[in-house]
T-cell receptor, first 110, second 114 residues
Framework: QKEVEQDPGPLSVPEGAIVSLNCTYS??????FMWYRQYSRKGPELLMY????GNKEDGRFTAQVDKSSKYISLFIRDSQPSDSATYLC??????????FGTGTRLQVFP | SAVISQKPSRDICQRGTSLTIQCQVD?????MFWYRQQPGQSLTLIAT?????????ESGFVIDKFPISRPNLTFSTLTVSNMSPEDSSIYLC???????????FGSGTRLTVV
């Protein structure tokens, strides 16, 4: 079993839709949770950073962490074609080694 | 956040040869990380490079295959040695930002071995 599981998609939604992206994990020692966005032929870009459980909101993006279920989510409201990218979840026990999911490819069509 | 310049952005190499990838950061950082991103797979940490000490390699990666240099606090290189087609991948360097939250990545080096 992989430490971090993420549905690879692709996920195709119309512009304006609410998108839900998810990851599950097996290591209960993970404390730091991140979401990265990666455009084609670019490096990953940090979107959201959460420590421990709870919600964090930044504009159209909301990250949720449920440590009891070992489940994290990223919600994108009012999705735009410019949101089309691969979204990677990542997590770590402390502030060094990150464990990544395989990424979910999102396509938002006009 | 730190700005990372990674070179080359892509290369096509013959099997058996070596390629050195450079990573330059616009600020001093303690730790630099090298990742590999293979098609359809998650980013995998190759090694952690601290200035002034030998790199620490993750399971499955060895110094003879992926030698790393870290001559100062803003620069590192990763060499992919004696390449085979299985080494075809995207290689990324990453740094921990000053605030300690999240990581910044370079744009990657897309390597194809033929």
């Amino acid at each position: 079993q992989k430490e971090v599981e993420q549905d690879p998609g692709p996920l195709s939604v119309p512009e304006g839709a609410i998108v839900s992206l998810n990851c599950t994990y097996s290591n209960s020692a993970f404390q730091y949770f991140m979401w990265y966005r990666q455009y084609s032929r670019k490096g990953p870009e940090l979107l959201m950073y959460t420590y421990s459980s709870g919600n964090k909101e930044d504009g159209r993006f909301t990250a949720q962490v449920d440590k009891s279920s070992k489940y994290i989510s990223l919600f994108i409201r009012d999705s735009q074609p410019s949101d089309s990218a691969t979204y990677l979840c990542a997590m770590s026990e402390n502030t060094d080694k990150l464990i990544f999911g395989t990424g979910t490819r999102l396509q938002v069509f006009p | 956040s730190a700005v990372i310049s990674q070179k080359p952005s892509r290369d096509i190499c013959q099997r058996g040869t070596s390629l050195t990838i450079q990573c330059q950061v616009d600020s001093q950082v303690t730790m630099m990380f090298w990742y590999r991103q293979q098609p359809g797979q998650s980013l995998t940490l190759i090694a952690t490079a601290n200035q002034g000490s030998e790199a620490t390699y993750e399971s499955g990666f060895v110094i003879d295959k992926f030698p790393i240099s870290r001559p100062n606090l803003t620069f590192s290189t990763l060499t992919v040695s004696n390449m085979s087609p299985e080494d075809s991948s995207i290689y990324l360097c990453s740094v921990e930002p000053a605030g300690g939250y999240g990581y910044t990545f370079g744009s990657g080096t897309r390597l194809t071995v033929v």
